[in-house]
DNA sequence: ATTCTGACTTGCT
DNA sequence: AAGCAAGCCAGAA
């Protein structure tokens, strides 16, 4: 993947604030490129750059080795959380742990996507 | 060109 | 809840 894409992902990531949370998708869509599985890609390869615990799918769960790392951050930041079993992980929930971003960071990522000059704007062919 | 693979997602059983 | 199929997007063989 293009090493711009890579850098925006990290970008929006660090925007993140603690106890918030964007799934794959979420970054995909805010960049208007790639889509979750190439986020998936570059935190795979990069997540060690960030905060990688508050990049997670979509259910609000992370591959399982993972998760049982994540979970210690989350408590430390108080990121909410669903309680299942004892012993098994909780999830995020995602319901109140999504990060949408304002105004003001919408500019930064815009600012972002011209950095890295990736496409514009949602506009399809 | 084709096929396989993956820190993915959504919808249907 | 838990599986599963399809859809998805790129990179690698």
């Known amino acids: 993947m293009r090493r711009e894409f890579v850098d925006a992902v990290l970008a929006v990531a660090a925007l993140i604030p603690a106890g918030r949370v964007l799934s794959y998708g979420d970054i995909a869509e805010l960049l208007g490129s790639g889509g979750a599985r190439q986020v998936g890609r570059v935190m795979s390869l990069h997540g060690g750059a960030v905060a990688w615990w508050r990049v997670i799918r979509a259910d609000g769960t992370l591959p399982n080795e993972l998760m049982d790392r994540a979970v210690r951050r989350y408590q430390r930041e108080l990121t909410p959380l669903m309680i299942r079993e004892a012993g098994s992980a909780p999830k995020v929930k995602m319901q ?26 949602g506009m399809e062919p």
């Open 96 to 121: 109140s742990a999504r990060w949408f971003p304002d105004d003001d960071d919408f500019d930064r990522i815009e600012e972002i996507r011209l950095k890295t000059s990736l496409p514009a704007d």
